[in-house]
Each structure stands twice: as C-alpha cells, then as structure tokens.
C-alpha cells in the first residue's frame, strides 16, 4: 500500500484540467501503454504568450493523474521560460511528496512539458539519444545519466523508481550501476544477479516486447501479432494481416518473433502459432 499524501489523494479523486485542447498551441506525449503509463499534454497561450490553459489526458496509477493534474495546475500562468524550468522535483513537492517508487510520474510530466514546449517553438522533436541500456522500458544511458545527476540517485532501486530503468528482467542491472558509479566516482562494483522471472513479470514482458519491437516492424508490410497465451516458456502467438497468408510467415515467426523475445526477455522462450 503507498503512502499517498492528502494532495495526491485529492488530485487523483478529483483531478484538475482533464481532458484535450481541439486548439492546443502545444502538445506533449510521453509513455507507452505498453510500459503502463502514457500521458497527453495541451496547452493554450494568451496574448501575453502565457500559459492560459493546460490540460491532460493519461493513463496510469494515481500517482500519474495525480502528477498531471498538479504540473497542469502548476504551469497555468507562466511564460514557456518558466514552465520549461519546472523539474520532476517540484512536481512531487507541489503534492507534498511523492512514494519513492512512484517518481517517475513527475518524470513523466516533466518530459511531456519539454514536448509540448518543442511542439510549440516548432523545434524538432527529440530523438531519444543514447543507446538503450534497459530493453524492458526502453531507457536509455542519457536518461539514466540524467536521472542520477538530477536527483542525486546512489542505487539501481533509485533509478528505477524515476525512469523504471532496470524494473522488468533485470538484465541490465551491471549497466545501470556502472553509470552510477561513473557519476559519482566510485570504483565499478558487480550488481546483484537477476532472479528469476514471476510468470507476471514474464507475460509483461513479452506483452511490452511484442507492442515496442515487433508489431512496428511487422506493420510496415501490412502484418500483425497477436499474444494469445503464456504457458510456462510456451508463447502462443496469432499472426495477423499479410503475416497470416505469407509462404515464410514461419520463418518471421521463429528467425524473427522468437529470436527477439529470447534476446529481450529469456532464452528458454518457445513461440508457437496457434
């Protein structure tokens, strides 16, 4: 059970500024439903080039809502200068604090704030820069790097609780604690060594997998997958779309499919069409 303080509780129950501006003059979205937190940001300017309105749509716990409708409550007023310099920090002190484990909601609003500011100012959308150290969630070393030096992050639990880096198989954990140690300067230590999956754990990964690695990849030659079950280190898969006719479907399905859920999740996975 989280400690939520009485401000979170409020702005969950009863959240500020839901929903779309149709006229937005900037527009932010940041997460995937795949990872379980996704958030949409708009905001109207008036004349004075303030921030007149703001609202969000998301999808996510209560510290999520919780955190969106404080950063839209927070940023009405100010000039984009000004809500550009709103941190994740101030975020969580506006509710009065935020579960340790759930920072990464005020991260989230923070980076869809620096979005809706770039849509704006007509500035190219950042390309994730980095290379993925944290194939689950799809974070890379800047943001790691940016999380430590920002918050003064000392373990991988830290960092997992503001960018969820190293929250799935825990494969990258020696990554992750080799960028600490590099930040603060501590001599490289070895990580603990993964457990074992939960068959939760297992089945959100492959979910989250399948939705961010090779669904896209699929789609762009008309074909899809579906999960249709996890039996053990058995997935059942559905090919859909030009996938299900193709003479090699088999071939995507193993040279492809199942190589990259080994890769990203466990080497004992099978993938079977059903």
């Known amino acids: 059970m989280w400690d939520y303080t009485n401000k979170v509780k409020d702005h969950f129950l009863n959240p500020r500024n839901v929903g779309f501006i149709d ?4 527009l932010g979205e940041v997460g995937s439903l795949a990872c379980g937190d996704a958030l949409k940001l708009t905001f109207k300017l008036d004349e004075g080039e303030r921030i007149a309105d703001a609202k969000f749509q998301t999808f996510g716990c209560a510290s999520a809502i919780a955190s969106s409708s404080a950063l839209t409550e927070m940023v009405k007023g ?3 200068d000004e809500a550009a310099k709103v941190t ?8 009065g604090g935020l579960p340790k484990e759930k920072m990464h909601c005020s991260v989230m609003g923070r980076d869809a704030m620096e979005k809706a500011i770039a849509y704006y100012r007509g500035e190219a959308e950042k390309q994730v820069e980095g290379e993925i150290v944290c194939e689950c969630f799809g974070v890379t070393d800047r943001q790691i790097e940016r999380a430590v030096k920002e918050n003064g992050l000392t373990s991988i639990e830290e960092v997992t609780d503001y960018v ?3 929250g799935g198989c825990e ?3 020696d990554k992750i604690q080799f960028i600490i140690d590099d930040i603060l ?3 490289p230590r070895a990580a603990k060594k993964p457990e074992a999956l939960t068959n939760i754990q297992k089945i959100k990964m492959i979910d ?6 090779i669904k896209p990849a699929l789609n762009q030659d008309g074909g899809d997958i579906e999960l249709v079950d996890v039996d053990g280190n058995r997935v059942m898969v559905k090919l859909r779309g030009t996938c299900a006719s193709c003479s090699k ?3 995507t399905l193993k040279h492809y499919v199942e190589t990259k859920l080994k890769d990203l999740v466990s080497q004992d996975l099978v993938v079977e069409e059903v």
């Open 23 to 26: 006229d937005f003059d900037g």
């Open 78 to 80: 100010m000039t984009l």
């Open 88 to 95: 994740n920090e101030d975020i969580a002190d506006f509710l």
């Open 164 to 166: 969820k880096a190293g």
């Open 171 to 173: 494969n990258c954990h």
């Open 185 to 187: 300067g501590n001599a």
């Open 208 to 213: 989250a997998t399948l939705e961010r690695e």
């Open 249 to 251: 479907s088999q071939i």
